[in-house]
Each structure stands twice: as structure tokens, then as C-alpha cells.
């Protein structure tokens, strides 16, 4: 499975950008990089996923770098609606390519007024 | 409201009783989910059906859990003989055959195992 790494906790001014960083350093080559989020009490929302080319959305845009090994989720002008869990997953293709996501500890952006 | 329907939202039970959701997925949706989660923890795979066929378990369904999806739409999860460890939120997701992974989740029936 493609492990990722996030930093557990993020601050952003309200109104201001938000980049939450993302390392998966042994994606492989057909593994596609998605991220959700989950307000509290909430179930896990699906924002927006890529390959290998940068993606936009009416939520977020997704930078992937070349290499495929890092990736950063942008939301342009965070509220605080955006306050919640982010999550970076690489669902794993084998054994079998079941789609079941592997969550870790995501990171917790707090946006403030 | 993302159409993924769980039932109930919250239960309270004593330990060592039997307890049982439900989870309605997006009616157009055949593959179907579910995931546990604890407090500060990510939600944790358990098990996965494509239409009424039980396709992966995860090594945390202990042999007290028992998942089914009798006409491949609605899904029930059993916990016999709770423990309190069991105490959990217990999420459905749901989405299409086809296309990306993009699933679908319900609010979550949370467990509380006294």
C-alpha cells in the first residue's frame, strides 16, 4: 500500500489560501492520489483526486509534482466551513482492486477568523 | 445530505448484547463499504461487497461481526456478543461499479458499548 505522510495540524487565516501537503513517496505508477475531508460529526467528504496532472474543482485545485511522490491540496480562500480533518489517500490497485481507502491521521486544519 | 442513509444514529448497548445497523446506499451505487472509526483516529476499512457478494474483510472483522447485502441494496453489520472495545463510529460508503473512486458516505451510526 502507498503510505502517506501529512503534518497532524495546520492554521490558516480566514480568506486566505490553504495548502496542505501530502508525501507519498512509493505511489506507483497507476495509483491515483485522492483527498477527503471529514467535519466533525461529519462522514468523510470526497474533495478531488489526480494522477499525474494538476486537477481543479469547484472545492479545490490539486498540485501533483512530477515525480508523483508529494502532492498539495489548495483551497483558495479557506472559510471557516473548511475547518475539518483532511485526508490524503492512495488507494491501493493490489492484491486486489477493491477501491477500499486507507485512511491515516490526516491533518487537522483549523481556519480562524 | 450525500443520499447514503445509516440507521440508527447512535445506540447504546451493554456489553455482550447483539446489535445490528443498516445502511441504504445510493440506490444506482453497487459497490458498498464499511469503515470504522474511533475517537482521533481515521476511519478503518472493514469490509467490501460489489452487488450482494462480500468481495474483502479486513482482519479486524472478528468472527463476531457478520456483514450481508442480501439483494445487493441495503447492507446490515452485525456485532455479537458486544465488548466495549467495540465502541466505535461505524461508517457505510457507497459508489458507482464504474469510473473513479469517488465513494459516498453516511453520517455514521455511532456504537457505545457500556
Known amino acids: 500500500d502507498a503510505k502517506t505522510t501529512q503534518p497532524p495540524s495546520m492554521d490558516c487565516a480566514e480568506g486566505r489560501a490553504a495548502n496542505l501537503p501530502c508525501n507519498h513517496s512509493?505511489?506507483?505508477?497507476?495509483?491515483?492520489v485522492y483527498w477527503y475531508r471529514q467535519i466533525h460529526s461529519q462522514g468523510p467528504q470526497y474533495i478531488i483526486h489526480g494522477l499525474k496532472n494538476n486537477e481543479t474543482n469547484e472545492m479545490a485545485s490539486l498540485i501533483i509534482t512530477e515525480d508523483r511522490k508529494s502532492s498539495t491540496l489548495i483551497l483558495p480562500h479557506a472559510t471557516l466551513r473548511d475547518t475539518a480533518v483532511y485526508y490524503c489517500?492512495?488507494?491501493?490497485?493490489?492484491?486486489?482492486?477493491?477501491?477500499?481507502?486507507?485512511f491515516g491521521q490526516g491533518t487537522t486544519l483549523q481556519v480562524k477568523p | 445530505d450525500t443520499g447514503v442513509s445509516q440507521d440508527p444514529r447512535h445506540k447504546i448497548t451493554k456489553r455482550g448484547q447483539n446489535v445490528t445497523f443498516r445502511c441504504d446506499p445510493i440506490s444506482e451505487h453497487n459497490r458498498l463499504y464499511w469503515y470504522r472509526q474511533t475517537l482521533g483516529q481515521g476511519p478503518e476499512f472493514l469490509t467490501y461487497?460489489?452487488?450482494?457478494?462480500?468481495?474483502?474483510k479486513s482482519r479486524l472483522l472478528s468472527d463476531r461481526f457478520s456483514a450481508e447485502r442480501p439483494k445487493g441494496s441495503f447492507s446490515t453489520l452485525e456485532i455479537q456478543r458486544t465488548e466495549q472495545g467495540d465502541s466505535a463510529m461505524y461508517l457505510c460508503a457507497s459508489r458507482q461499479g464504474q469510473g473513479q473512486n469517488i465513494q459516498y458516505f453516511g453520517a455514521g451510526t455511532r456504537l457505545s458499548v457500556l
Open positions: 489517500i492512495v488507494p491501493p490497485l493490489l492484491p486486489s482492486n477493491t477501491g477500499k481507502l486507507i
Open positions: 461487497f460489489q452487488n450482494e457478494a462480500q468481495l474483502e
Open positions: 512509493t505511489i506507483s505508477g497507476n495509483e491515483y
